[in-house]
């Protein structure tokens, strides 16, 4: 940042020493026509300017729109063969039929799966406080499942009304059966799927991110600026917390796409901010 504004006073200058010499230079430099970009967009707002604010919304719109139209067009066997799936499906899911077990045992694990992974997207979220859903939805559900295994010594709980109930099934289990490793393959499914979610939450800050990079234009977020200057001291740098958030942007750099899934599983600040400043 610094060096940026360096650039811009050397290039005043010679701008001032050209028109002394009688030469016309454009007094629209690129340091001051972005600078004067970046106020223009930060008074864009919808309370102050609404119509200056719904015009950019509907062009973004309908250029975005353009763009997936042509796209869809060029992938456009793609497009009739997802379009003749889904009216099978349909089909099999209204049509009565032997095959209906099926289609509400298949909805039912949609919509359980569809549930956690919302509550993931929460996490990511922190739903406006930073607390994550784990707490509120995952941990407690993993304690339930955990105390009734040991209680039922098993984990073959009818469903339903598991998991809105958890009672033991008619058979006694063994003794001393249950282990960690049972009731992490009956959670694993809302365990992963929580995960997922997790992973998805972060992706739009990433993609956000990367454009902005691949456009040349420079975030205003001022985590990012003061991620750019540790990255700038991260060789002189000692401390863990900086040693880890470099380890976890070269992992990004390195890996792309799977690297924010890895990290943003696990959400917590360090991997929310590899996530936010990953377009490099």
């Known amino acids: 940042m610094a060096e940026n504004g360096t650039d811009c006073d050397q290039r005043r200058i010679g701008m001032i020493k050209e028109q002394h010499n009688g030469n016309f230079t454009d007094p629209s430099l690129p340091c001051e026509r972005k600078r004067r970009d970046r106020e223009e967009r930060q008074n864009i707002m919808l309370w102050r300017q ?6 950019y919304f509907f062009l973004e719109t309908l250029i975005n729109l353009k763009e997936w139209t042509i796209k ?4 456009r066997s793609i497009v009739v063969s997802f379009l003749l799936l889904l009216a099978v499906l349909t089909a099999a899911y209204y049509i009565e039929g032997t095959h209906q077990q099926y289609v509400q045992y298949m909805e039912k694990k949609f919509l359980w799966c569809a549930y956690w992974v919302g509550l993931g997207i929460l996490s990511s979220v922190g739903l406006g406080t930073g607390l994550h859903t784990f707490l509120l939805y995952l941990g407690p559900h993993i304690a339930s499942v955990t105390l009734a295994a040991y209680e039922c010594n098993s984990v073959n709980f ?34 992963c799927m929580w995960g997922a979610g997790t992973a ?20 205003d977020d001022e985590e990012y600026q003061e991620f750019e200057e540790m990255l700038e001291h991260a060789e002189a740098a000692q401390d863990f917390a900086s040693r880890a958030k470099l380890a976890v942007q070269n992992l990004v750099q390195k890996i792309g796409f799977f690297g924010i899934l890895a990290c943003a599983s696990i959400p917590n600040p360090l991997f929310d901010l590899a996530g936010i400043t990953c377009g490099h």
């Not at 869809?72 to 992938?75: G, T």
């Not at 469903?159 to 109930?165: I, K, S, V």
């Not at 998805?200 to 956000?208: A, H, Q, T």
């Open 50 to 55: 609404p119509l200056i604010t719904l015009q």
């Open 72 to 75: 869809l067009w060029h992938r």
């Open 158 to 191: 009818p469903e339903p009304p598991y998991p809105d109930q958890i009672i033991c099934p008619d058979e006694e289990g063994i003794e001393g059966s249950i282990s960690l490793w049972t009731i992490i393959s009956k959670v694993r499914l809302e365990a």
């Open 200 to 219: 998805i939450g972060e992706l739009p800050p990433y993609f956000m991110a990367r454009a902005a990079r691949l456009s040349g234009a420079e975030p």
